[in-house]
């Protein structure tokens, strides 16, 4: 699994943040920052939800 952000299209949500700790941040402005681009195992399920939750479909995760 690799995850990939733009941070042009975010809209700071935090659904990202509050799914993914360990994989997802909000920077001051509350646009997502990118921690782990290819999440452990045990993040994998909290990455999937946080690309499906996004609302403004920043949050892009690829299954290798």
């Known amino acids: ?3 990939t952000v733009d941070r042009e299209r975010c809209v ?3 659904q990202c ?3 993914a700790p ?3 941040d909000q920077d001051e402005d ?3 920052t990118l921690l782990v681009r290819e999440p452990e195992e045990a993040d994998a399920d909290g990455a999937r939800a946080a690309g499906d939750l996004c ?3 920043s949050i892009t995760v690829h299954e290798d």
Request: charged content about 10%.
């Open 30 to 32: 509350g646009i997502v």
């Open 12 to 14: 700071g949500a935090g």
């Open 22 to 24: 360990e994989v997802f």
């Open 17 to 19: 943040a509050l799914n």
């Open 55 to 57: 609302p403004s479909g």
């Open 1 to 3: 699994m690799r995850v």
